[in-house]
């Protein structure tokens, strides 16, 4: 005889209920990037928009730097740690393989146990950690869930490397998701195209760097301009998908909150969105760097701080490398 | 079938979006790079947009080659319709 399994169910719907950021204390001016590579502040400027970058410090491990994120989103959702059913944390950069840095983070935070995972999905990382986080809500497997998106890509960038050094950053972002009255997370538009494996990836497998003798581990490299192309374009198609599939209209967004690639990429996506005057724009590259799983979280805390998005605004949130891959959804600002 | 003229007129619009060109500037003879400031990634914009306006495809492999505005003319004006 079978015994009907059981099933779960959870919230009818989910909100992002606070997030929080740690930002490193080391500012990188340009300057100090051109010391080691053939550039100038003014082509890193009108290449990228940006004008210094953080990196971290030898204490601002990934572990640490989640945690100072975290207890900060964890303050303004108002949930305590042994509230949280599940952490998930996007990074590429944690430089063991195995275990996840997630228990550890868990742990350290004080979480009764929690389900502890991490996710590789490069620079969209946390978008896919927050619909993770969503789901598992949706279906009963967690009450509540902190969504971490940290990398110390300074650790794995070739400083030398012209067409990447002064791109990449560090820097942790979190996000507490939990249930919720009203819908106040879109569907997730996400896919991937591994066809396209190859434009951004690290330059040889650690087993090829020991054989080679490299003293150095493997570092990113980057197709500037397909890549550029790929984002500002087919990037801006899945960013109205998640527009239309959440039923909110370009005219009813409040901000638009892309990965922080480079500041051309958000322009480019900007205009082919035809994104509306009124909508904002968030634009942490400027002095954060690209910090690829961070930048989204970051982003929105800046936007926070500047005055420009309050608490029940509607945003549009969308990140995309390596993989490729990308995730976007529609939140209501916590 | 348009015209050289109405091609560069169509084109000199799209430059004039995407990098604040003003469009009476873009004629046949002016390189991108060297008399226009248009940077690679502008171009990347660029040649996107005309892509869709003018419905052709222009490969990666080829924009390397469109160093003059009539360059871009020329190859649009000769590309079969996607």
Known sequence: MTTPIQTSTGAAHTRILGIGGYRPSRVVSNAEICEQIDSSDEWIRTRSGIVERRWAEDHETVQAMSVGAARDALKHAGVA??????????TVSHLLQTPAVAPLIATELGTTKA???????????FCHGVALGSDLIRAGSAKYVLAIGVERLSDITDRTDRG?????????GAAVIGPSDEP???????G???EQFDLIRQNEKWPQAIDAGDKVMPTLRMDGNPVFRWASFEMAKIAREALDLAGVALEDLDA???HQANMRITDAMARALRLPDN????????????TSAASVPLAMLRMYDEGTLKSGDTALMIAFGAGLVYAAQVVTVP | MATTEEIRADLAEIVNEVAGIPADDVQLDKSFTDDLDVDSLSMVEVVVAAEEKFGVKIPDDEVKNLKTVGDAVAFIEQAPQA
Not at chain 1, 164 to 172: E, H, K, N, R, V
Not at chain 1, 279 to 290: E, F, L, P, S, Y
Request: glycine residues 12%.
């Open chain 1, 279 to 290: 909508v904002k724009i968030a634009r942490d590259i400027a002095t954060q760097g690209n």
């Open chain 1, 256 to 258: 638009f909150v892309p």
């Open chain 1, 184 to 190: 106040g997370i879109g569907p997730v538009v996400w």
């Open chain 1, 164 to 172: 990447t050094a002064f791109i990449f950053a560090d820097g942790a």
């Open chain 1, 81 to 90: 740690p042994e509230q949280i059913g599940c952490v998930i944390v996007a």
């Open chain 1, 115 to 125: 389900a502890a995972f991490d996710i590789s999905a490069a620079c969209a990382g």
């Open chain 1, 192 to 194: 991937s195209e591994g």
